[in-house]
Antibody
Framework: EVQLVEAGGGLVQPGGSLKLSCATS????????MFWVRQAPGKGLEWLGR??????????TYAASIKGRFTISRDDSRNTAFLQMDSLRAEDTALYYC?????????????WGQGTLVTVSS | SYELTQPPSVSVSPGHTARITCSGD??????AYWYQQKSGQAPVLVIY???KRPSGIPERFSGSSSGTVATLTISGAQVEDEADYYC???????????FGTGTQVSVL
């Protein structure tokens, strides 16, 4: 069974930092690009960024809204992805999901965690 | 910044057909994906690469794309199809990804 479990959310003051983790199991993590997506309360989905696999040099891409403040990383030995969030703002308050999607042969895989809530408030 | 535009809401009677559109300038060259999100749940992929259906997704869900518009069709909508639906695609760089504005589907 595939599992993605986000952790590390909570209440943080504006300007503060938080590091989210996404522990995975049930698929070949090292062969899967990892993505982070967030959803502000009552709002739509927002793609935040991606980290590619080792053979793609762990290349990262970020949405304009978080570029320079957030950093995506991964530890293939622990099957875990991370989202380091710095200089947090009230508008970063959201449910943060990690997700992966990839093709293997003729099959397309798409997996999501249940999310971890981040609240930025004084 | 790239935008994928969807209608805010669509209403359909049970057993009838709902169509949700997604407009984006890069859609002629980039695939569209569609996610269903029910209240309090994580999104679920219902269509990938414009028109392919993942395993376990009912056949009443279908997708198509023509020019700058991708369409998700729910044929014979069921009450359990009530949800928010988001299209998802990349811009012309194929490096940045975006979700559509979302469409709330009501089946009543």
């Amino acid at each position: 069974e595939v599992q993605l479990v986000e952790a590390g959310g909570g209440l943080v003051q504006p300007g503060g930092s938080l590091k989210l983790s996404c522990a995975t199991s049930g698929f070949i993590f090292s062969a899967a690009p990892m993505f982070w997506v967030r959803q502000a309360p009552g709002k739509g989905l927002e793609w935040l960024g991606r980290i590619r696999i080792k053979t793609k040099n762990y290349a990262t891409t970020y949405a304009a809204s978080i570029k320079g403040r957030f950093t995506i990383s991964r530890d293939d030995s622990r099957n875990t992805a991370f989202l380091q969030m710095d200089s947090l703002r009230a508008e970063d308050t959201a449910l943060y999901y990690c997700t992966t999607s990839y093709s293997f042969g003729s099959v397309f895989f798409d997996y999501w965690g249940q999310g971890t809530l981040v609240t930025v408030s004084s | 910044s790239y935008e994928l535009t969807q209608p805010p809401s669509v209403s359909v009677s049970p057993g009838h057909t709902a169509r949700i559109t997604c407009s984006g300038d890069a859609l002629p060259t980039q695939y569209a994906y569609w996610y269903q999100q029910k209240s309090g749940q994580a999104p679920v992929l219902v269509i990938y690469e414009d028109a392919k259906r993942p395993s376990g997704i009912p056949e009443r869900f279908s997708g198509s794309s023509s020019g700058t518009v991708a369409t998700l069709t729910i044929s014979g909508a069921q009450v359990e199809d009530e949800a928010d639906y988001y299209c998802y695609s990349t811009d012309s760089s194929a490096d940045l990804w975006f979700f559509g504005t979302g469409t709330q589907v009501s089946v009543l």
